[in-house]
């Protein structure tokens, strides 16, 4: 592992929904890894009146990587992954307490959503 992207082929059955890990300034790598799932459904957390989401989410992290940044952009399906209005949705973080919007952006022409991994801990982009 070193400064640069990395794409994990991940999916559901025959749905490919790849995410580009890509690490920026890192001062360092000790056995560095970087690993992700994509998991079926709308992330458990989300807010009991979203009605706007991807039906599939993503759980990234990674070890081993002394400061920098690490990136998640992950690819969905449309429109078999979205539910209500694709226009509506917002890429966020949970961090196992709590939604952050930091470092989120989304793509509805390339069908992307991207996420600042905060201190390279696992998280989830809904």
């Not at 989401?53 to 690490?70: D, Q, R």
Request: proline fraction near 6%; charged fraction near 10%.
């Amino acid at each position: 592992m070193a400064n640069g992207t990395v794409t994990l082929p991940l999916g559901i059955g025959s749905n490919y929904t790849p995410v580009d890990l890509a690490v920026a300034g890192a001062g360092g790598f000790s056995s560095a890894s970087v690993s992700g799932k994509a998991i079926n459904g709308g992330h458990p957390k989300k807010h009991p009146r979203s009605t706007d989401f991807i039906n599939e989410y993503w759980t990234v992290g990674s070890t081993g990587i002394t400061g920098g940044t690490l990136t998640g952009t992950g690819t969905y399906n449309d429109p078999t992954d979205v539910t209500g209005t694709e226009a509506s949705l917002r890429a966020m973080t949970w961090n196992g307490t709590s939604w952050s919007l930091t470092g989120g952006g989304q793509n509805n022409a390339s069908n992307t959503v991207t996420a600042t991994i905060p201190a390279h801990r696992v998280i989830c982009m809904p």
